[in-house]
């Protein structure tokens, strides 16, 4: 969307990438606790979902609502957790998780719970291959 985009030092070292969409890029939390996606608009500085054009605001619930119907579908949950924010990282970007009442943070939030715990090589392969390809029939 925008040549001057660059991806913040602490998303990029907390997920990995996933795929380029229309408007942004979908990444997964390197967190093995939660199926946790995270959509980062290719928009220069910007922090605040007000700040895109009304037309971007509406790109990117679309592409919330796709991160959300994969987890949904392929990570059984009760509930779609989604938010944005930015209080640490000031880059916009939008928390996309599938929580189930079994999961270490329930019924609280993610954040600050516990220590994450990275995939291993193997899954996170694997995860991101089923990942990608549940993007391609979209």
Same mark, same amino acid.
């Given at each position: 969307? +925008?040549?001057?985009?660059?991806? #913040?030092?602490? /998303?990029? !070292? #907390?997920? %990995?990438?996933?795929? #380029?969409? =229309? ?14 996606l %995270? *959509?980062?608009?290719?928009? !220069? ?9 009304? $037309?971007?605001?509406? /790109? *990117?619930?679309?592409?919330?609502n &796709? ?12 509930k779609?957790?989604?938010g944005? *924010?930015? +209080? &640490?990282?000031? $880059? ?9 009442s ?7 939030? %993610?954040?600050? $719970? ?8 193997? =899954?996170?392969? @694997? *995860? &991101? $291959?089923? /990942?990608?390809? @549940?993007?391609?029939?979209?």
């Amino acid at each position: 969307m +925008n040549s001057r985009f660059i991806l #913040d030092a602490r /998303l990029e !070292a #907390d997920s %990995v990438f996933i795929a #380029d969409g =229309e408007l942004s890029q979908l990444r997964l939390m390197n967190d093995a606790r939660y199926p946790w996606l %995270v *959509l980062v608009p290719k928009v !220069a500085d910007t922090s605040e979902w007000v700040d895109l054009p009304g $037309q971007q605001q509406e /790109l *990117l619930l679309s592409e919330i609502n &796709i991160a959300a119907k994969i987890l949904r579908e392929y990570f059984p949950c009760e509930k779609i957790n989604i938010g944005a *924010l930015g +209080n &640490i990282v000031r $880059q916009l970007h939008v928390h996309v998780i599938a929580r189930t009442s079994q999961d270490e943070a329930w019924p609280g939030p %993610v954040w600050g $719970q516990g220590k994450a715990r990275a995939y291993s090589p193997s =899954e996170l392969k @694997a *995860l &991101i $291959q089923k /990942l990608q390809r @549940a993007l391609e029939t979209r």
